[in-house]
């Protein structure tokens, strides 16, 4: 089985474990090319991807959808998954926030109130679900 951050997996892969079309995955990356070395590397021509870079990308779409800029969504989602996250965490921030760096990975929610609108995105369940991709594609 591949670690978190063995990039082992082709764009074909990373699109279908991360759940967005081939061609979207694609527009993300090209719209990344100055900081691709977050979420992929570049051998023998092919881009290759870890189970981690997927989960960013993944992420960072969900961000974005959230309202934030794509390279602050990018940035937002490499900053939370150092390790991935346990089944039930969840990623909150404001959506008026602008730093990557805001936001908290959450897990357990027992008494947490958010004090304004908040996006909430289950890190975890996607990291999840990406990671069981890749134990079954091992099998």
Request: net charge neutral; hydrophobic share 45%; charged share 20%.
């Amino acid at each position: 089985m591949a670690e978190w951050t063995d990039r082992a997996f082709t764009v074909a892969e990373a699109a279908a474990m991360s759940g967005l079309n081939r061609a979207h995955l694609d527009v993300i990356v090209s719209r990344a090319r100055s900081c691709d070395v977050l979420f992929s590397e570049r051998r023998n021509g092919r881009r290759w991807f870890s189970p981690k870079d997927i989960t960013v990308l993944r992420l960072a779409h969900e961000i974005e959808r959230a309202g934030q800029t794509w390279l602050t969504a990018l940035a937002r989602a490499f900053h939370h998954l150092d390790q991935p996250p346990p089944i039930d965490a969840v990623l909150m921030f404001s959506t008026k926030s602008v730093s990557y760096r805001s936001g908290r990975v959450i897990s357990g929610l027992h008494g947490q109130a958010p004090s304004g609108s908040m996006a909430v995105i289950p890190i975890g369940l996607m990291a999840a679900e990406i990671l069981h991709y890749v134990e079954q594609e091992a099998a």
